[in-house]
Antibody, heavy 119, light 113 residues
Framework: EVQLVESGGTVVQPGGSLRLSCTAS????????MSWVRQAPGKGLEWVAN????????YYVESVKGRFTISRDNAKNSLYLHMNSLRAEDTAVYFC????????????WGQGTLVAVSS | HSVLTQPPSVSGAPGQRVTISCTGS?????????VHWYQQLPGTAPKLLIY???NRPSGVPDRFSGSKSGTSASLAITGLQAEDEADYYC?????????????FGTGTKVTVL
């Protein structure tokens, strides 16, 4: 069974930094692209970033470029999102998802972790 | 902001058929990129419902079906059931000169009357 478990969400001050983690199990992690998607409270879904199997390609939504970095450790079956210069508008539940990048869709999602940017 | 537009809400009685539209543009659906649909039950993570315009993952009931034509797509739910009450999102790939990203629809809340 495919499982994705996010962690690391918390309350952080504007301008602060945070690292989210996603631990995968039930599939060969190193064979798949992975994505982060976020959902602000009461709002819709927004794709944030994705990363190729070996980490050699990374893509970001414009609003986080230069502030967020996606990375992975295939030996640990883990995906990360390093978030810097956080803003109030980054407040959201962050989901990691397995990415069928060759067909541009996300087939399995974690339960999400909440990041709240507030002073 | 979302580049795929959906109606904010649709509703139907149990057993009825409802459809959700998803309108895009020439940089996403109209460029030939497939549409995919996700169901988000209250308080839970999104779940893949339809991929590649009209394909259901294993375990998704055949009451759910999808279609796409040009810059538009739709999700149909036939034989509406109480457990179908959820938010539904379409998703595709958007490719412009300035950026290429996954894009989601604005979301539609389905209410079972």
């Amino acid at each position: 069974e495919v499982q994705l478990v996010e962690s690391g969400g918390t309350v952080v001050q504007p301008g602060g930094s945070l690292r989210l983690s996603c631990t995968a199990s039930g599939f060969i992690f190193s064979n798949y692209w992975m994505s982060w998607v976020r959902q602000a409270p009461g709002k819709g879904l927004e794709w944030v970033a994705n990363i190729k199997q070996d980490g050699s390609e990374k893509y970001y939504v414009e609003s986080v470029k230069g502030r967020f970095t996606i990375s992975r450790d295939n030996a640990k079956n883990s995906l990360y999102l390093h978030m810097n210069s956080l803003r109030a508008e980054d407040t959201a539940v962050y989901f990691c998802a397995r990415d069928k990048a060759w067909a541009y869709y996300l087939d399995y999602w974690g339960q999400g972790t909440l990041v709240a940017v507030s002073s | 902001h979302s580049v795929l537009t959906q109606p904010p809400s649709v509703s139907g009685a149990p057993g009825q058929r409802v459809t959700i539209s998803c309108t895009g543009s020439n940089s996403n659906l109209g460029a030939g990129y497939d549409v995919h649909w996700y169901q988000q039950l209250p308080g839970t993570a999104p779940k893949l419902l339809i991929y590649g315009n009209n394909n259901r993952p294993s375990g998704v009931p055949d009451r759910f079906s999808g279609s796409k034509s040009g810059t538009s797509a739709s999700l149909a739910i036939t034989g509406l059931q109480a457990e179908d009450e959820a938010d539904y999102y379409c998703q595709s790939y958007d490719n412009t000169l300035s950026a290429s990203t996954y894009v989601f629809g604005t979301g539609t809340k389905v209410t079972v009357l």
